[in-house]
């Protein structure tokens, strides 16, 4: 257990629906990142937050996704009218001041499109 | 061409076999590197950082050829418990504004008895 945590850890719904998930990473970690894994790839970046600010997007992420972290601590991720290119593992990592850039990740989330 | 590209696998190889896995970046300005570690349908995991000066850490031995752009895992006197999916990991650009990490796509071990 790293003390990353993500929810849910499973989530199926139907296309057209939106959905959230939520991160909460190590306590005392400033940097966030989320990650998104499909069969067969290695994780691809998503996006990534010092603190409350979110300071870099890939272009991987559409206007029908969006992500926070109000208050520097947890995070949420939204798909907005998700499609079935969407189904993947939505993975969440956390990173210290002092972490030598090493990130710590969550259990993910595993979203499936139907 | 990948920004970080490894032998996708698998290696099928016996218990106290030594098996090294190779992997390759495209871009000169990364500044630091990685293996992690990766079981089915779980989170990566990190199994070791890679330094310049090489390190080594039990069974596992990791270098990183700079000049190069070439980093590589050793795994001595494996396991079955080694079987998994092991990724090349690269990230943290000088003068970018994040450490996000680039993955490679994995190279999936099997340990058989």
């Known amino acids: 257990d790293t003390g990353v945590s993500q929810d849910p850890r499973h989530k199926i719904t139907k296309r057209g629906q939106n959905v959230t998930f939520r991160c909460d990473p190590i306590?005392?970690?400033?940097?966030l990142y989320w990650y998104r894994q499909t069969l067969g790839q290695g994780p691809e970046f998503l996006t990534y937050?010092?603190?409350?600010?979110?300071?870099?997007k890939s272009r991987l992420l559409s206007d029908r996704f969006s992500a926070e972290r109000p208050k520097g601590s947890f995070s949420t991720l939204e798909i907005q009218r998700t499609e079935q290119g969407d189904s993947a593992m939505y993975l969440c990592?956390?990173?210290?001041?002092?972490?030598?850039?090493?990130?710590?990740f969550g259990p993910g989330t595993r979203l499936t499109v139907l | 061409r990948k920004e970080v590209e490894q032998d996708p696998g698998p290696f099928n190889v016996p218990e106290g076999a030594t098996v090294a896995f190779n992997c390759t970046y495209s871009?000169?300005?990364?500044?630091?590197f990685f293996w992690y570690r990766q079981d089915c349908r779980k989170e990566p995991k990190l199994l070791m950082s890679?330094?310049?000066s090489g390190n080594e850490d039990g069974r596992f031995t990791a270098q990183l050829n700079r000049a190069s752009q070439y980093i590589s895992l050793l795994i001595r006197d494996s396991k079955l418990s080694d079987s998994a999916t092991y990724l090349c990991v690269v990230g943290g650009v000088y003068g970018g504004a994040t450490n996000k990490l680039i993955f490679g796509t994995g190279t999936l071990l099997a340990v058989q008895p």
């Open positions: 871009n000169s300005a990364s500044q630091s």
């Open positions: 890679v330094y310049s």
């Open positions: 306590s005392e970690h400033n940097r």
């Open positions: 937050f010092q603190n409350e600010a979110q300071l870099e």
């Open positions: 990592a956390s990173e210290g001041v002092s972490s030598y850039n090493e990130q710590f």
